[in-house]
């Protein structure tokens, strides 16, 4: 198991922008396994993927709803995580949280949004976009 922690949210206006950040430690395995993705979840809405990328060779991941406006990226030797947010709108408002897999790379090219794939989440940060 992967501890995950977030930061980085908060109140914008539409426009905005804003960087979720996610902290990871405590892998042991291999880094060809492992992959790391945001997701977000609205009052009364399913848990969604928003962007997510395969630590071994950074291959990315985004929801159609977010391409070209949201960046995924790692640092830190793969311990941090991010998210840059740009042209923020009030659909974006959501609980995001990120997420740790380590299933492989057939398992994350297959089902990137899957979330049996991610067995290790943390507690969330909420972004909320204002019209």
């Known amino acids: 198991q992967v501890q995950l922690v977030e930061s980085g949210g908060g109140s914008v206006q539409a426009g905005g922008s804003l960087r979720l950040s996610c902290v990871a430690s405590?892998?042991?395995?291999?880094?060809?396994?492992?992959?790391m993705g945001w997701f977000r979840q609205a009052p009364g809405k399913e848990r969604e993927g928003v962007a997510t990328i395969f630590t071994m060779g950074g291959a990315t991941y985004y929801a159609d709803s977010v391409k070209g406006r949201f960046t995924i990226s790692l640092a830190n030797a793969k311990n941090t995580l991010y998210l840059q947010m740009n042209s923020l709108k009030p659909e974006d408002t959501a609980m995001y949280y990120c997420?740790?897999?380590?299933?492989?790379?057939?398992?994350?090219?297959?089902?990137?949004?899957?979330?049996?794939?991610?067995?290790?989440w943390g507690q969330g940060t909420q972004v909320t976009v204002s019209a």
């Open positions: 405590g892998y042991r395995g291999s880094y060809n396994d492992y992959y």
């Open positions: 997420a740790a897999g380590f299933g492989g790379s057939s398992a994350w090219y297959s089902s990137p949004f899957s979330l049996s794939n991610y067995p290790s």
